[in-house]
Each structure stands twice: as structure tokens, then as C-alpha cells.
């Protein structure tokens, strides 16, 4: 349904755009640095950030804002109300324990994907992911999953819209290669990412379907890489997380 401008309130939304400007990779930022990422004058951006200081949703030393726990309320409750994590989060447990492998299952958000629920074995990636964790879609598997599913359309104009950055030697940046990357993913039904998000980190995802065929969500193993290679990856875990898919798909709606 779209909102008349005037029912809208333009500080609330302003507001958001400054929480949103922090993430794993910019946990501390100055005014100019908020600004600059949620596209406000800095004026603005400072009485956003004041605001969430003084509501104890950021502390302040001065020169650099960072969020504190109390931001998780938002996000937590939100999740909270939520069936999905609720459905697959046992699922999940006792996957990890069968592979002895850390699972996780994510949804698309524009260019991102957001964890949903995580059963973790060991910490295979330099920052700690938990549900409400976010990173880039073109270059998780998850993400292409998930792209997979959206239809060529909206994958492309996702792609634009993404800071393709080339976060190890082996990211794949170019559009032209992740559409024909992705269109492979939608037509062998599961993608496999070998060091594109942080070196020494591969995954293998799939999507997770409805009983109706719509793609919900995506599943996935994060393993360290070592001397095995892609092929006795997908050999080892490809069928656990088929599993899984099947044994899911009549609980989601």
C-alpha cells in the first residue's frame, strides 16, 4: 500500500536511515561519517544521533557514536514475531550436530541478507554472526540463493544498487559474471561460495521452499576451507541440506 507523504513523518524515517548506517564494518562513525553514509546533512544527522544518545540507543565519547545493546530491542522483538526462526531454529540444531558444521538460515533485505537463526559449531568469520547479522548478498551463498529466487529483474537491479566491493581476491565484482553465477545457481538448485566473503570461510546454501514452490528463505553450512576442495564440499553437505529443505517444506507457509 503506498503511504501519502503526508501521513509520513519525515524524522522517524530519518532517524531510521542513521541506525541503519552502522554495521559490522562501521561500528563507530562521527557526524560526518553517518551523514555521509545515510545521505543527510550533518545537522540533522547530529540531532538524530543526540536523540539516540540521550534515549541510550548509542553511547558517545565525544567525537565517535556507537549503538549499545538496547538497539537490539528493535531488532530482537521483531524476530520474536516472527514464525520462521521459531520453525527451522530446531531443525537447525540438530543438523549442525549431524555435520558438526555451523547452519544458518537467512532472508533477503534489498541487497543484504539477514540471519534468522544460527546454530553454531565454531567460529569460522572474523566477526561473531548471530540473527539480525547482515552481509552483502552478491557474495554469500545465501545471498545468490536467495537472488536466484527473486527473478532476473529484480536480481539485476539489486546488483546495481550494491557496493560491489572486493572483499578477497577471489570476490567476484563483475555484474555480467555474478548474473551468469547466479542464472547457474537457479538452474543446479543450490550455490557454493569458496572465499568471496572472507578468506579461509567457504558455505554451501539452498533455498528453503514452500509447500506452494515460493522460496522463503535460505539455508546454509559455513565451514573453514582447508585441503578439501569445492567438489567433496558439495559432496559432503549438499545432500544434509536437501534433507533438511524436504523435511521443511510442509511447515512453511
Do not use: W
Request: hydrophobic residues 45%.
Amino acid at each position: 500500500m503506498a503511504v501519502k507523504e503526508r501521513d509520513m513523518m519525515g524524522s522517524l524515517a530519518k532517524g531510521l536511515k542513521v541506525v541503519e548506517a552502522f554495521t559490522a564494518e562501521n561500528p563507530r562513525l562521527s557526524i560526518a561519517q553517518a551523514a555521509e553514509i545515510a545521505g543527510l546533512d550533518r545537522a540533522t544527522t547530529r540531532r538524530c544521533l543526540l536523540t539516540l544518545a540521550e534515549l541510550g540507543y548509542c553511547a558517545y565519547d565525544g567525537k565517535f557514536f556507537t549503538v549499545t545493546p538496547r538497539v537490539l530491542r528493535l531488532g530482537t522483538g521483531c524476530l520474536a514475531t516472527m514464525p520462521l526462526p521459531r520453525i527451522v531454529q530446531p531443525f537447525l540444531d540438530v543438523l549442525s550436530e549431524q555435520i558438526g558444521q555451523s547452519t544458518s538460515v537467512s532472508i533477503l533485505d534489498e541487497t543484504e541478507i539477514v540471519y534468522i537463526a544460527r546454530a553454531a559449531q565454531r567460529r569460522v568469520m572474523s566477526i561473531a554472526l548471530m540473527p539480525g547479522s547482515r552481509l552483502p548478498a552478491y557474495c554469500t551463498s545465501m545471498g545468490r540463493v536467495l537472488l536466484a529466487a527473486a527473478g532476473e529483474e529484480t536480481t539485476l537491479r539489486l546488483l546495481k544498487a550494491s557496493p560491489l566491493v572486493a572483499r578477497t581476491e577471489y570476490t567476484v565484482t563483475d555484474i555480467d559474471t555474478l548474473m551468469a553465477e547466479i542464472a547457474k545457481v537457479k538452474e543446479r538448485g543450490f550455490a557454493a561460495i569458496n572465499q568471496e566473503v572472507e578468506m579461509g570461510l567457504c558455505s554451501i546454501a539452498v533455498p528453503l521452499k514452500a509447500a506452494n514452490g515460493r522460496t522463503v528463505a535460505a539455508l546454509n553450512v559455513g565451514l573453514a576451507a582447508g585441503k578439501a576442495s569445492m567438489e567433496d564440499i558439495e559432496h559432503m553437505f549438499l545432500l544434509p541440506l536437501l534433507r533438511m529443505q524436504a523435511e521443511l517444506r510442509q511447515s512453511l507457509i
